[in-house]
């Protein structure tokens, strides 16, 4: 069983569909990552958190601690945000165990 | 500001040649690491370093190696390269307790 696990591994909606991406985490964290990693290759950290709830713009990040999940919305969605979204549990190191990534696919 | 800078950004090698990835900061972030990405999977930590002169193996650390003289630099260096290390692999940065900056990666074919 992998140290990260997240559901979806792929998902396709029509533009204007709120999204949701799961991550489950069976280690110990520091932080819980969010990173977005564009069809071009790059690889771009969204959020960082350890409790509760983050927002930026149309995308929301929330924790549960206790259950060692964290989930990752879209509202909205637009054909933009067509990429990969990784899930990363990080050590105390900063050193992070990657989730394999949920592909999403936005439909115009 | 450059943020993270990797080159080159694609290489072809022959079995046994060696090479070193090259891997600069301008952020004065302490911490660096090196990761690799294969089809299908995550993300896998080589090595990482908490400040100059200070290195540490990750995950898969086996048939590389690393060094860390200045807060800048972190070059990642194959020796006696072999197919299974053809990959594409990303540097990264960070500030302890803070979120990650990526290089845009090296696309690298062991043939």
């Known amino acids: 069983k992998n140290e990260v696990e997240q559901s979806p591994q792929n998902l396709t909606a029509q533009e204007g569909e709120f999204i949701t991406i799961n991550c489950s985490y069976s280690?110990?964290?520091?932080?819980l990552h969010w990173l977005q990693q564009h069809p071009g290759g790059g690889i771009v950290s969204l959020f960082m958190l350890s409790s509760g709830k983050k927002k930026h713009g149309r995308l929301i990040a929330t924790i549960n601690i206790q259950e060692k999940h964290s989930s990752l919305h879209i509202t909205a969605s637009h054909p933009r945000d067509s990429a990969v979204y990784i899930c990363?549990?990080?050590?105390?190191?900063?050193?992070?165990?990657f989730g394999k990534g949920t592909k999403l696919s936005v439909k115009p | 500001n450059a943020g993270v800078t990797q080159t080159p950004k694609f290489r072809i090698l022959k079995i046994g040649q060696s090479m070193t990835l090259q891997c600069t900061q301008d952020m004065n972030h302490n911490y660096m690491y090196w990761y690799r990405q294969d089809p299908g999977m995550g993300l896998k930590l080589i090595y990482y370093?908490?400040?100059?002169?200070?290195?540490d193996k990750g995950e898969v650390p086996n048939g590389y190696n690393v060094s860390r003289s200045t807060t800048e630099d972190f070059p990642l260096r194959l020796e006696l390269a072999a197919p299974s290390q053809t990959s594409v692999y990303f540097c990264a940065s960070s500030l302890q307790g803070a979120r990650a900056f990526f290089g845009q990666g090296t696309r690298l074919t062991v043939v």
């Open positions: 280690v110990g964290i520091s932080a």
């Open positions: 990363a549990a990080g050590g105390s190191q900063g050193n992070l165990i």
């Open positions: 370093s908490v400040g100059a002169g200070i290195t």
